[in-house]
């Protein structure tokens, strides 16, 4: 039997209504993949199954339903085709996420689903997805579309909380534990939306910009052309800071359509500019500053230095985390150097082991696929929120964005390893959905030699995610 003497209506219903040709009705039944493919509960489900397989491309897709709007001679089968096209095109962006099928069975299969739910799923996802199915992203859309309840998924918390440790007991709790994850960080969003919209009937134009007031803090930077540092509270300093929360401030102007709350809106000053230090060798100032408007403040930090190696005579103001600022110049000797340089390894050497220890952590496919699903989301909720500053310093993009000691490296007990306290900024993903990109994460963290190099110790992995748990806990509001 073939795919379409399986699914004939599903895709006989896509050739009478223009959105495949004959060519291509010929090709679904010639594809390797017919026998096996199962009975489709529409059309959309066929259609979505062709884009996946490369029977038909999305851009040709777009195109032929363009092409009908044009012919037009029937509205209704016009109606029906562009229907199940849009209907196609949500389940594909649901495929690329690994919610499919495969991910909705795999879920009643572990008992977390039940079947009236499952028969629900399977009419709204895809048969298959361009990326392995996702069981975790599955259970949070499922919950997140409402095609289950937050009481069922908190019920089925404390079920998973309270099992005995099995196998699939494990696997049970990995999925609920990423879905969860997942719905805090919707419901973070959607919280923020709702309390922004609040503030700004509330305060008119008062507030808004205040997304870009943090933002500043860290991405906000300038060159200049002085002989040396300039101090923190140099007038060349304060003209550039001056020149930020301008174009803040006019940017929240722009974006402000009530004539009455624009002629509300003052300008971003910055106060009580001090120095926390200075290393001489790197002839590199840490800043901190007070940020205010009407009667919101923010604490923010910043660096004065070179641009580049390269370009030593161009100073460069950046900003920076408090805790990175603190740290490390904070933590000066009498002569401007620092106390803490990570022997015996060397900061060189604790630096790579750290960044490929970030890099090599172990992430399952669902895990995987959350990320992906987070930084789509992320993405979203960026979209037309610009501030109108400066391009993001290239040297923040890793997702350890910064680091630095804040003490000296000691001896393991077993007498060759070395433990190091650190402060890490880290890029997280999560935190991207609340208009912010990074975490500060503190720990003491095992480096071990092997083979003559330095890497990270066999309990990185547990430490780094309790680290960055804890740092997460204080912005994103799980699920109780």
């Known amino acids: 039997m073939t795919s379409v ?68 001679p029937d509205r209704d089968n016009f109606s029906i085709a562009e229907d199940t096209a849009w209907e196609a095109e949500e389940m594909l962006e649901l495929g690329d996420r690994g919610i499919t099928h495969e991910a909705v069975t795999a879920l009643h299969n572990l008992g977390l689903i039940d079947v009236e739910t499952r028969d629900m799923a399977l009419e709204e996802t895809p048969l298959v997805g361009t990326v392995p199915a996702a069981p975790a992203d599955t259970l949070a859309w499922l919950v997140i579309d409402g095609l289950l309840e937050q009481e069922q998924f908190k019920r089925m918390l404390a079920e998973v909380e309270a099992e005995a440790v099995f ?24 919280s923020l939306a709702h309390a922004k919209a609040r503030r700004k009937r509330r305060n008119g134009a008062w507030t808004i910009g205040l997304p870009a007031l943090a933002l500043v803090a860290w991405i906000g930077w300038r060159i200049f052309t002085p002989a040396d540092a300039p101090a923190c509270d140099a007038d060349s300093t304060r003209a550039t800071l001056r020149g930020l929360m301008l174009r ?18 003052g300008l971003y000053t910055v106060s009580g500019i001090r120095q926390v230090g200075y290393r001489k060798d790197e002839r590199m100032r840490g800043c901190m500053a007070t940020m ?159 083979n ?13 995610d309790r680290a960055l748990m804890d740092s997460r806990l204080g912005e994103v509001a799980l699920p109780q």
């Open 292 to 450: 205010t408007r009407g009667d919101a403040t923010t604490s923010i930090a910043f660096t004065i230095g070179p641009d580049s190696p390269d370009e030593a005579e161009k100073m460069m103001v950046r900003g920076a985390k408090e805790a990175i600022v603190q740290a490390r110049f904070g933590n000066l000797d009498a002569n401007g150097r620092p106390l803490y340089t990570a022997e015996p390894l060397g900061r060189a050497a604790l630096e790579k082991a750290l960044r490929e220890g970030v890099e090599n952590l172990p992430r399952s496919l669902s895990r995987q696929a959350a990320e992906s699903l987070i930084e789509r989301m992320a993405e979203r909720a960026r979209q037309g929120r610009h501030t109108g500053l400066a391009a993001t310093d290239p040297d923040r993009k890793p997702k350890i964005a910064d680091f630095e000691l804040t003490g000296a490296c000691r001896a393991h007990e077993d007498g060759t390893s070395q433990i190091c306290p650190l402060v890490i900024e880290y890029n997280d993903r999560l935190l991207s959905l609340t208009g912010g990109t990074s975490l500060v994460l503190r720990s003491e963290f095992t480096f071990v030699t092997e």
């Open 5 to 72: 003497d399986a699914n004939p209506d599903a895709f006989l219903a896509l050739l009478a209504c223009g959105l495949i040709s004959g060519a291509q009705h010929e090709a679904v039944i010639a594809h390797a993949e017919n026998a096996a493919l199962p009975p489709l509960p529409g059309p959309a489900h066929a259609l979505a199954w062709m884009c996946v397989k490369g029977l038909i491309t999305r851009s040709d897709l777009k195109a032929t339903v363009e092409d009908l709007e044009k012919a037009a």
């Open 248 to 265: 803040v401030s006019i940017q929240v102007r722009r974006e402000t359509l009530d004539a009455r709350d624009k002629s509300q809106i």
């Open 167 to 190: 196998a699939t007991a494990a696997e049970r709790a990995r999925i609920v534990a990423e879905a969860r994850v997942l719905i805090a960080a919707d419901e973070h969003t959607r």
């Open 452 to 464: 003559g190099n330095w890497r990270m110790g066999n309990d990185f992995a547990t430490r780094f």
